[in-house]
C-alpha cells in the first residue's frame, strides 16, 4: 500500500496506446489497446500495481486472427477492444473495422494461447462484454445499443436493445456495462475523440434499461481547459484488490504554440474514482497525480520512464516490435545472422503499403533512438513515421546516408552524407521546447532551417538525424515535427519508429529507444 502523499506519473503507458480497457484476476491487472492496421494486434500489458505496466505479448498474433488486407488504410484495422475475465477464462472483444465485423477471442491464460476467432456481424464499433448473474452475455456497441448474445456459438439472441446515448455529446462510443451494489452502470464516452471528449454515466436495476443520467455528467472532461492532458476519455473502470476504484482512459499531451500538435498518439492514463451517493467521482487528469492514502498503486514516487533496448539475441522478436498490416515470415530473421535482426525488402518504397518495417511505438516527447545497421547491399534505415504519406527516414545504401522527408504529396532528399562500407550508426533524435536551429554549422544543415537563430519552435518538436563518425555524431539535417503529427496526417495512431528495408537484405545489430532529459 502507499502512504498518504504518494504519487505517480502519468501517462501510466506512455506513446500510442489508446482504447484502453482493463481487468482484475487476483492481484494481477491486465490491460489492452487499439492497434488499428499494426500487426500484430491488441497489446497485452500485466502490472501489479496499475502504474507500471510491462508488455506481455499481442492478443491477435498470428494471420488466422487479424486478417488485415493489403489496402487496409491507415488507422483502420482493429478498433477499441474490451478484455474481461469470466468463469475461468479471459474473453476479448474488438472490431476489425477493413473487414466490418465484431471478433471474440478467449483463453485460458492471458499469454495464451487465444483461440480463433467468432465473428459478429453487426454495426458499429467499441463492442464491449458484460454476463448477468444468471450467464446471460451481454454485448454493447457504440451507438449506443445492447444485445444478448451467444459468445462461443456466434449468434445473437436479441437485440438491438437501445440504452442511453450520453447527454447529447456526438459519437456516444466505448460503452461498458459493469454491476456493482446491485446496479448496472452504463460508462460512456461522448463528444468525440479529440478535445471535445467526455466520459459519462448512467444507471439501471436491469442491463435492458431503462438509464437514469448522473447528476453531475460529465464525470470527467479536460474540454475548455487549459490542462496539459487533454482528449480524456474511453475509460473503463477496474476495482483493484484493496477495494478503491481505478479509471484506466486515454489522453493526449500536445506540445508547441497554438494550434498544439501531439505526436505520441492517444496514450493510457490512470485516475482514481470516488463513489459519492452512489456515482463515480473522477478529478481531472494530471501528468502527476496524487494517489489516495492506502489505495492500491504502489508507484510510491514518480520514477522516470524506462529506455528500451533489443540486441536481438533471443529466437522470436520482442511483443513491443510491429509491422504495418502484417510481417510475413520470409521479411525477416533472427537466425540467418545470429545476434542481429535480418530484414529482406518485400516492397520498394515506404510511400506505399507493403515495405518491410520492424517499429517500436515512440515513448517519449524527447527521445533519442539509434541502430547500428549492416546494408550489405541493400537499401536500409531508422525511420520515423505516422503513415505512408507522413514519415521522415535516415536511409544507408552504396556509402551513401541520406536524409528524406515525405509530408503529403511532397518528398525531398534534405542531406546527404559518404560512410564506410560495412556496419553505420544512425540516429534520429526528438526534442521539445528548445531553440533551432543546432548549433551545427555544415551546408546540409541549411537545407533543413525553418527559423531564425535564436527563435524558439512553434511546433511540437524539431527531429534531428545523427550518422556516427570517426570524430563522433554527425547531424545531417533538422526537421520541424508538425508534419508527423496527428493534426497534420489526421488518423488516430501516432508516431512509431524502427528499421525498414526497401531493397535486398540488411542485418540490425542493436537497437535503443530512450528518453532524454527536455531542455528549459
Known amino acids: 500500500m502507499v502512504s498518504s502523499g504518494a504519487s505517480y506519473r502519468n501517462p501510466v503507458v506512455p506513446g500510442f496506446h489508446p482504447d484502453p480497457s482493463v481487468c482484475r484476476v487476483g492481484a494481477d491487472y491486465y490491460l489492452v489497446c487499439s492497434s488499428f492496421e499494426y500487426f500484430p494486434g491488441v497489446p497485452l500489458l500485466h502490472s501489479r500495481d496499475l502504474v507500471t505496466w510491462r508488455q506481455i505479448g499481442n492478443i491477435l498474433d498470428r494471420p488466422g486472427q487479424l486478417a488485415l488486407p493489403a489496402d487496409t488504410e491507415a488507422s483502420r484495422g482493429i478498433f477499441a477492444p474490451t478484455l474481461r475475465h469470466h468463469d475461468g477464462r479471459f474473453w ?13 477471442v478467449t483463453a485460458p491464460e492471458p499469454t495464451g494461447p487465444w483461440s480463433d476467432p467468432v465473428y459478429f456481424d453487426l454495426p458499429h464499433v467499441d463492442p464491449s462484454l458484460a454476463w448477468d448473474d444468471d450467464g446471460t452475455c451481454w454485448l454493447t456497441t457504440s451507438g449506443v445499443d445492447a444485445y444478448r448474445i451467444d459468445p462461443e456459438g456466434g449468434r445473437v439472441l436479441e437485440g438491438p436493445l437501445p440504452l442511453w446515448s450520453g447527454t447529447g455529446g456526438q459519437y456516444p462510443e466505448a460503452p461498458h456495462l459493469y454491476r ?10 461522448e463528444g468525440g475523440t479529440h478535445t471535445g471528449h467526455a466520459v459519462s454515466v448512467a444507471r439501471s436495476r436491469s442491463p435492458r434499461g431503462p438509464f437514469t443520467p448522473a447528476p453531475a455528467n460529465p464525470i470527467l472532461t479536460h474540454r475548455g481547459t487549459d490542462l496539459p492532458v487533454q482528449a480524456t476519455g474511453h475509460g473503463d473502470l477496474v476495482q483493484a484488490l484493496d477495494g478503491s476504484w481505478w479509471l484506466v482512459l486515454l489522453g493526449i499531451r500536445a506540445r508547441g504554440q497554438w494550434p498544439p500538435y501531439h505526436v505520441l498518439g492517444r496514450e493510457t492514463f490512470l485516475a482514481p474514482v470516488r463513489w459519492v451517493d452512489g456515482w463515480p467521482v473522477v478529478d481531472p487528469v494530471r501528468e502527476i497525480t496524487a494517489a489516495p492514502p492506502g489505495s492500491a498503486p504502489a508507484g ?15 529466437t522470436v522478436l520482442a511483443p513491443e516490435w510491429i509491422s504495418p498490416r502484417s510481417r510475413p515470415d520470409d521479411c525477416w530473421s533472427l537466425t ?23 517499429a517500436l511505438r515512440q515513448r517519449y516527447h524527447d527521445s533519442r533512438t539509434s541502430v547500428r545497421v549492416d546494408p550489405g547491399t541493400g537499401t536500409a534505415g531508422l525511420t520515423i513515421r505516422i503513415d505512408e504519406a507522413h ?39 526528438t526534442r521539445t521546447h528548445d531553440l533551432y536551429p543546432p548549433t551545427v554549422t555544415s551546408a546540409a544543415d541549411l537545407v533543413a532551417r525553418t527559423a531564425p537563430r535564436g ?10 538525424f545523427e550518422v556516427a563518425g570517426p570524430a563522433g555524431a ?17 488518423g488516430f495512431t501516432g508516431r512509431v519508429v524502427g528499421m525498414y528495408v526497401t531493397g535486398g537484405s540488411a542485418a540490425f545489430d542493436w537497437f535503443t529507444h530512450r528518453p532524454v532529459a527536455a531542455p528549459h
Open 92 to 104: 476479448l472483444v474488438t472490431t476489425n473495422v477493413s473487414l466490418g465485423r465484431h471478433l471474440i
Open 391 to 429: 514519415h521522415y527516414d535516415l536511409e544507408v545504401r552504396a556509402g551513401t546516408v541520406r536524409v528524406i522527408g515525405r509530408a503529403g504529396p511532397f518528398r525531398q532528399v534534405f542531406a546527404t552524407h559518404a560512410v564506410p562500407d560495412g556496419p553505420v550508426v544512425l540516429t534520429i533524435a
Open 336 to 358: 540467418a545472422r545470429p545476434g542481429w535482426l535480418t530484414l529482406h525488402a518485400v516492397g520498394a518504397t515506404l510511400d506505399l503499403a507493403g515495405a518491410t518495417i520492424v
Open 180 to 189: 456493482i451494489d446491485g446496479w448496472w452502470y452504463l460508462l460512456l464516452s
Open 455 to 464: 527563435v524558439r519552435a512553434a511546433g511540437c518538436d524539431m527531429v534531428t
Open 300 to 314: 510510491a514516487a514518480p520514477a522516470g520512464p524506462d529506455a528500451f533496448r533489443d540486441d536481438f539475441d533471443a
Open 474 to 490: 554527425v547531424v545531417l539535417a533538422e526537421l520541424d515535427g508538425r508534419y508527423l503529427s496527428t493534426e497534420v496526417a489526421a
